[in-house]
């Protein structure tokens, strides 16, 4: 069965960023403005012999370069500082990286170590610039080199990242308007391309990108293959794709271990209320509430006392919060000196909002948000969404818009400003119809014979004849429809498409 | 001491006494409830009616047109008109995905989300996924392009699984089918709006009007016999 509607196209608010943090894992290790000016390698020591994975720019200056023995990396920079990759660095940096992100929006996707991709659609245009430069900002504050980069699509997005890395910017709206002219300025190298695809293009005379993206679509698809109309695709903006939600899990934990030994509660309370603070501000930034919180606390001899603290009703309120911790810590049974305290929100969606009481709308986002998630996985992207006429006598276009989060009141003299009153059944289409014999008598039809619905004509209408799409080449169509009433069957229409009869559905 | 079975009784006849009213029988509470079940307004006289107020909360109801034009595609719009007035949102599963939103008023699109299915049993598995969302308050379950080998391939679990999910939320699920589908619903009821060409110049609110709602059988007879594999029905 065809699917025959027009799928919904990017809107004006729908927007992605990327926050990239270049040379990630050596950041995690060494970051901060004091390390910037020391030439500095993250090197592999797990081979047989020691390489350089990155470099930092003050090591570059050395001519120190990714893959080059440690040894003769040594050589060229005497100064040079070596740090070893570290998961717990990694991890670390991670974090902090996705509390940045979510303190900008909440769908974030780690894409890479590194780089993340943003969904704006929740924000307005206008704040884009304005958040993503704080974002950016308060990275380096951390010690974190990154650019950000925006786009209609993540993969614009990215290749506005990139810009931005090559210009020397920490930031790049790759803005819809101006797409093409900023893509002019730029070589085929930002896109990622392979080598063999760059070389052709280059051989063709394209050098920038804003150049190959004018290429026809169908002539890029059969000259350069799947490769290049990806890229095609990307560069127009048609290459969209869902994001896949970061786990979050992480965020909602914090562990801290004493370097010395901590024999009364007091001072437990003290990290008790710094903890609950920081995990607060982090579970709200993703906005969702705590349903219950696990402590852990483990003893210099080994032994653990562990408690889930259930909530009467999910909360993120930090005096609540705190008491119903402390008040546990206080009764803690200490046998022996406390080596370690972990703190752990069981999140969940907030309650539903009491929005309705005044008006209509969508009660609880974040589980709507889950709702389509799953509904797309099972029935695909194309086949959700709230439908719209759209301008065109085309048979069984419509588009998909999302669901509007509030539903407007209908004006008290609604019927009175619709027009007309609704006339007649609705109409179900069959797919794409399905094909029939039928007879004619005078040029009219008086019988109708299919696998689905054979018949006698017993009332008729038409022909309503229309042709659309002539304008555009190989898209032309032109029909001839009736309306007819089938002895015992019930409504039709049936179509002349030139070619073939149909019918199209029914009146029901 | 051991306690007689007389005991016993007279000492639970002695807390009932002593509870007096505030004790009713299991029967007397599911009576209570069964009159207090809440329904759902259609907009549609004949309907509400026959379903005695509304659709029920809570609970699968099933709208039967036999054949072709005879009134499902009506009862489904004016169930949209009704959910937009009422300011709900609503979730049509479309299987076949044959809806025309040019025949629906534009404004009652609004609060619509359409779900376009391939078979019966995926629009099942979305529904099941739906009804947990408490955002949604009505969903249409459009199976009338289906063969009735198609849904009768959804296990009768998966209906009575999304039941359990739409009662604690009392959303309203009606299925619009050609033949009876599931022994889950609380109400079957045939419509025969019986359309003919010149309803095409006729008000919509005065074809519904004209519609009839009978209640079918329930169960339905045929229900067993349905379910039997085709191949033990030759046999029989």
Same mark, same amino acid.
């Given at each position: 069965?065809?699917?025959?509607?027009?799928?919904?196209?990017?809107?004006?608010?729908?927007?992605?960023?990327?926050?990239?943090?270049?040379?990630?894992?050596?950041?995690?290790?060494?970051?901060?403005?004091?390390?910037?000016?020391?030439?500095?390698?993250?090197?592999?020591?797990?081979?047989?012999?020691?390489?350089?994975?990155?470099?930092?720019?003050?090591?570059?200056?050395?001519?120190?370069?990714?893959?080059?023995?440690?040894?003769?990396?040594?050589?060229?920079?005497?100064?040079?500082?070596?740090?070893?990759?570290?998961?717990?660095?990694?991890?670390?940096?991670?974090?902090?990286?996705?509390?940045?992100?979510?303190?900008?929006?909440?769908?974030?996707?780690?894409?890479?170590?590194?780089?993340?991709?943003?969904?704006?659609?929740?924000?307005?245009?206008?704040?884009?610039?304005?958040?993503?430069?704080?974002?950016?900002?308060?990275?380096?504050?951390?010690?974190?080199?990154?650019?950000?980069?925006?786009?209609?699509?993540?993969?614009?997005?990215?290749?506005?990242?990139?810009?931005?890395?090559?210009?020397?910017?920490?930031?790049?709206?790759?803005?819809?308007?101006?797409?093409?002219?900023?893509?002019?300025?730029?070589?085929?190298?930002?896109?990622?391309?392979?080598?063999?695809?760059?070389?052709?293009?280059?051989?063709?005379?394209?050098?920038?990108?804003?150049?190959?993206?004018?290429?026809?679509?169908?002539?890029?698809?059969?000259?350069?293959?799947?490769?290049?109309?990806?890229?095609?695709?990307?560069?127009?903006?048609?290459?969209?794709?869902?994001?896949?939600?970061?786990?979050?899990?992480?965020?909602?934990?914090?562990?801290?271990?004493?370097?010395?030994?901590?024999?009364?509660?007091?001072?437990?309370?003290?990290?008790?209320?710094?903890?609950?603070?920081?995990?607060?501000?982090?579970?709200?930034?993703?906005?969702?509430?705590?349903?219950?919180?696990?402590?852990?606390?483990?003893?210099?001899?080994?032994?653990?006392?562990?408690?889930?603290?259930?909530?009467?009703?999910?909360?993120?309120?930090?005096?609540?919060?705190?008491?119903?911790?402390?008040?546990?810590?206080?009764?803690?049974?200490?046998?022996?000196?406390?080596?370690?305290?972990?703190?752990?929100?069981?999140?969940?969606?907030?309650?539903?909002?009491?929005?309705?009481?005044?008006?209509?709308?969508?009660?609880?986002?974040?589980?709507?948000?889950?709702?389509?998630?799953?509904?797309?996985?099972?029935?695909?992207?194309?086949?959700?969404?709230?439908?719209?006429?759209?301008?065109?006598?085309?048979?069984?276009?419509?588009?998909?818009?999302?669901?509007?989060?509030?539903?407007?009141?209908?004006?008290?003299?609604?019927?009175?400003?619709?027009?007309?009153?609704?006339?007649?059944?609705?109409?179900?289409?069959?797919?794409?119809?399905?094909?029939?014999?039928?007879?004619?008598?005078?040029?009219?039809?008086?019988?109708?014979?299919?696998?689905?619905?054979?018949?006698?004509?017993?009332?008729?209408?038409?022909?309503?004849?229309?042709?659309?799409?002539?304008?555009?080449?190989?898209?032309?169509?032109?029909?001839?429809?009736?309306?007819?009433?089938?002895?015992?069957?019930?409504?039709?229409?049936?179509?002349?498409?030139?070619?073939?009869?149909?019918?199209?559905?029914?009146?029901? | 001491?051991?306690?007689?079975?007389?005991?016993?009784?007279?000492?639970?006849?002695?807390?009932?006494?002593?509870?007096?009213?505030?004790?009713?029988?299991?029967?007397?509470?599911?009576?209570?409830?069964?009159?207090?079940?809440?329904?759902?307004?259609?907009?549609?006289?004949?309907?509400?009616?026959?379903?005695? @107020?509304?659709?029920?909360?809570?609970?699968?109801?099933?709208?039967?047109?036999?054949?072709?034009?005879?009134?499902?595609?009506?009862?489904?719009?004016?169930?949209?008109?009704?959910?937009?007035?009422?300011?709900?949102?609503?979730?049509?599963?479309?299987?076949?995905? @044959?809806?025309?939103?040019?025949?629906?008023?534009?404004?009652?699109?609004?609060?619509?989300?359409?779900?376009?299915?391939?078979?019966?049993?995926?629009?099942?598995?979305?529904?099941?996924?739906?009804?947990?969302?408490?955002?949604?308050?009505?969903?249409?379950?459009?199976?009338?392009?289906?063969?009735?080998?198609?849904?009768?391939?959804?296990?009768?679990?998966?209906?009575?699984?999304?039941?359990?999910?739409?009662?604690?939320?009392?959303?309203?699920?009606?299925?619009?089918?050609?033949?009876?589908?599931?022994?889950?619903?609380?109400?079957?009821?045939?419509?025969?709006?019986?359309?003919?060409?010149?309803?095409?110049?006729?008000?919509?609110?005065?074809?519904?009007?004209?519609?009839?709602?009978?209640?079918?059988?329930?169960?339905?007879?045929?229900?067993?016999?349905?379910?039997?594999?085709?191949?033990?029905?030759?046999?029989?």
């Amino acid at each position: 069965m065809r699917f025959r509607e027009k799928i919904h196209r990017a809107t004006a608010s729908s927007g992605f960023a990327v926050l990239s943090c270049p040379d990630f894992r050596l950041q995690a290790v060494a970051r901060g403005e004091g390390r910037r000016s020391v030439p500095t390698v993250l090197v592999d020591d797990t081979r047989r012999q020691s390489v350089v994975l990155c470099a930092n720019a003050a090591a570059l200056g050395w001519h120190v370069v990714e893959g080059m023995p440690t040894v003769q990396a040594l050589a060229r920079c005497p100064e040079l500082r070596v740090e070893r990759p570290s998961p717990t660095a990694a991890a670390a940096a991670a974090r902090l990286l996705l509390e940045a992100a979510l303190n900008w929006v909440p769908g974030v996707e780690e894409t890479e170590p590194g780089l993340l991709t943003l969904d704006l659609s929740t924000q307005p245009e206008a704040q884009w610039l304005d958040h993503g430069r704080r974002t950016g900002d308060r990275l380096r504050k951390a010690g974190f080199e990154n650019v950000v980069g925006l786009g209609e699509t993540p993969s614009l997005a990215r290749i506005a990242a990139a810009i931005a890395r090559q210009r020397g910017e920490t930031l790049w709206h790759l803005a819809p308007g101006r797409r093409l002219e900023s893509l002019d300025r730029l070589p085929l190298t930002v896109a990622e391309i392979g080598a063999e695809v760059s070389e052709r293009l280059h051989l063709w005379g394209i050098r920038s990108l804003g150049d190959f993206a004018r290429l026809d679509r169908e002539a890029v698809a059969a000259r350069l293959g799947e490769e290049g109309e990806e890229l095609w695709l990307r560069l127009t903006g048609r290459s969209r794709r869902p994001l896949r939600q970061a786990r979050l899990e992480h965020l909602f934990e914090e562990r801290h271990e004493f370097e010395y030994e901590i024999n009364d509660t007091e001072p437990l309370f003290f990290l008790v209320n710094r903890l609950v603070e920081r995990l607060s501000l982090r579970v709200a930034r993703t906005g969702r509430t705590a349903t219950a919180v696990e402590v852990a606390v483990s003893f210099v001899d080994g032994t653990c006392q562990a408690k889930r603290l259930a909530l009467p009703e999910p909360t993120l309120e930090q005096e609540v919060l705190f008491r119903l911790v402390g008040g546990h810590i206080g009764h803690l049974e200490m046998k022996a000196p406390v080596a370690s305290l972990l703190l752990r929100f069981e999140p969940s969606d907030p309650v539903s909002s009491e929005r309705l009481l005044f008006g209509a709308g969508l009660r609880n986002t974040a589980r709507f948000q889950e709702t389509l998630k799953r509904l797309r996985r099972l029935v695909g992207g194309e086949g959700i969404g709230s439908p719209r006429r759209v301008d065109t006598h085309r048979a069984g276009a419509f588009e998909l818009v999302p669901l509007p989060c509030e539903i407007a009141s209908l004006p008290a003299d609604s019927k009175a400003m619709a027009g007309p009153a609704v006339t007649g059944p609705v109409f179900r289409r069959y797919g794409t119809g399905f094909r029939t014999e039928v007879k004619l008598r005078d040029g009219r039809p008086v019988m109708v014979e299919s696998s689905r619905v054979t018949g006698v004509v017993v009332d008729l209408r038409g022909p309503w004849k229309s042709q659309g799409d002539w304008w555009h080449d190989g898209r032309a169509w032109e029909r001839t429809e009736w309306d007819a009433e089938l002895l015992k069957q019930g409504v039709f229409r049936l179509v002349d498409t030139g070619r073939e009869w149909l019918v199209e559905g029914c009146y029901d | 001491m051991t306690k007689t079975r007389k005991d016993k009784v007279a000492a639970v006849e002695a807390i009932r006494h002593q509870l007096g009213s505030r004790i009713t029988s299991g029967g007397e509470l599911l009576k209570l409830h069964e009159t207090r079940e809440a329904r759902a307004a259609t907009g549609m006289r004949g309907l509400n009616e026959q379903l005695g @107020g509304g659709l029920p909360r809570g609970q699968l109801t099933e709208i039967i047109a036999p054949g072709v034009s005879q009134g499902g595609g009506l009862v489904m719009a004016e169930l949209l008109a009704q959910a937009r007035r009422e300011r709900r949102y609503a979730m049509l599963f479309d299987v076949g995905r @044959g809806f025309t939103p040019e025949c629906v008023p534009e404004s009652d699109l609004e609060s619509l989300l359409w779900v376009g299915c391939e078979s019966a049993q995926q629009a099942v598995e979305a529904l099941d996924i739906a009804s947990r969302d408490e955002n949604f308050q009505l969903f249409l379950l459009d199976l009338r392009d289906c063969e009735p080998s198609d849904w009768r391939a959804v296990k009768s679990n998966q209906w009575y699984r999304v039941l359990g999910q739409l009662r604690p939320r009392e959303a309203v699920t009606v299925i619009f089918a050609r033949e009876a589908v599931t022994s889950a619903s609380k109400h079957r009821l045939a419509v025969d709006a019986d359309l003919s060409l010149d309803s095409l110049d006729r008000e919509r609110a005065a074809l519904i009007e004209g519609s009839r709602f009978e209640p079918l059988a329930f169960p339905d007879p045929n229900w067993n016999e349905l379910r039997q594999p085709t191949a033990a029905r030759c046999a029989g």
